[in-house]
């Protein structure tokens, strides 16, 4: 991935943003994706096992999760389980793993085949969470 920090403009202080975790054990990709999406206008956030990205869920009740398949720790099947039993609100999830059948995944909207390309990744999560939506809050 080639890194480029385009002018990130501060988006903790704006209210409506709408917010992405992204759970990934790569530490390139967590940033890279991180960093786009920011310039994108979302509020990313990220998490490096399943585990952590159950933590991530409580906190910051994202809008969208992008999940990694094959982590260690905890990896993307058992976080699928564990948030599936949450009493939160949900988030649909965009699976970030080469050759997943995400049709019988639970809450999972999308698959993303590694290795992708960020304009590839930026159309799915545009079409799940569009910057014009209004955010909803659920309960």
């Known amino acids: 991935f080639a890194f480029c920090m385009r002018?990130?403009?501060?988006?903790?202080?704006?209210?409506?943003?709408?917010?992405?975790?992204?759970?990934?054990?790569?530490?390139?990709?967590?940033?890279?994706?991180?960093?786009t999406l920011a310039d994108e206008g979302y509020k990313a956030v990220v998490a490096n096992d399943g585990a952590s990205g159950l933590n991530m869920v409580q906190i910051y009740r994202p809008d969208l999760i992008l999940l990694d398949m094959y982590m260690p720790a905890m990896d993307g099947w058992a976080f699928l389980a564990a948030y599936a039993q949450m009493q939160i609100p949900h988030a649909p999830i965009i699976v970030m793993s080469s050759e997943i059948d995400v049709k019988r995944m639970p809450g999972v909207v999308a698959g993303i085949g590694k290795p992708f390309t960020i304009d590839r990744l930026l159309v799915a999560v545009k079409k799940v969470l569009p910057l014009s939506s209004e955010k909803t809050s659920g309960v």
């Open 7 to 35: 002018g990130r403009r501060s988006i903790m202080a704006e209210t409506n943003i709408l917010s992405i975790l992204i759970i990934d054990d790569e530490e390139s990709i967590r940033k890279y994706v991180q960093d």
